[in-house]
């Protein structure tokens, strides 16, 4: 295996293959979050004096009531720390400068990250930080086999590049076939949550069935339609029950579209 890949087996016994984050790319993508930052911690600051300026004839720096300004420097820090967590967590390990950079934050067994998993990287984001800087964070990504820093080592989570898809120039037949029907990832609404409970063992299941989609006889993949259906549809709130074939392709080549959002990292 080339160096910076890792090759992960999940508890389905799915074998997936990843590129690690090294310390470059990390490191431009926090800076890039930072800077995001660094921009709303400086505007709401300038929005908070300028409402205490006008509240009183004294500039600001002559109040003696400093809870103002107490408050404004806890919900920074609120704000600061929680864009990290809530990013990661909601938009798939991803903060705005990890998707701008391509990469991602995963579990160790290449599932997406977890509500504890983001709680407990970012919670020890403090450690990592000292002494300033992110001297400690910098040295144990630097120095470590998989690129990880403390948060990483605690809670069991890992760095990697995500996956282009690398677009033919030619739609694949399955691409075609769900550009006909007109279908897209929006006609479902199928929140974070419970895409995150899909197993990296459905996603095979479910790209084989897209993979085998236009091959098989009329026949064969209204049969496999039906029990791919059967196991994957009520994971989602769909009733199989009821539903005919032409109904039943359509919810799952949505699911495909969602489902490949979530699976298809950089390896």
Known sequence: MNQGQMEIKTPEYVSLQFQVAGLGSRAAAFIIDQILLNVVNILALIVVFLIMDGM????????????????????????????????????????IGKKLIGIRVIQENGHSITLLSSFIRNLLRIIDTLPTAYFLGIIMVFFHSKHKRLGDLVAGTIVVHERKAKRKKKLTPIEK?????????????????????????????????????????????????????????????QDVLGKNEQDLENILLVLYLNLRDEWEFDM
């Open 177 to 237: 076939e769900i550009a006909s029907r007109a279908i897209s990832k929006d006609d479902l609404i199928i929140d974070e949550w419970t895409i995150k409970a899909f197993t990296a063992r459905d996603w095979k299941l479910m790209n084989t069935y897209a993979g085998r989609f236009t091959q098989l006889p009329l026949v064969e993949k209204n049969q496999l339609t039906r029990q791919i259906s059967e196991i994957l549809l009520p994971k989602i709130g």
């Open 56 to 95: 009183s004839p004294l500039p600001f720096y002559f109040f003696e009531d400093t809870l103002p300004i107490a408050i404004t420097i806890i919900a920074l820090f609120i704000i600061n720390w929680g864009y990290f967590f809530a990013f990661e967590f909601f938009s798939g390990g991803r903060t």
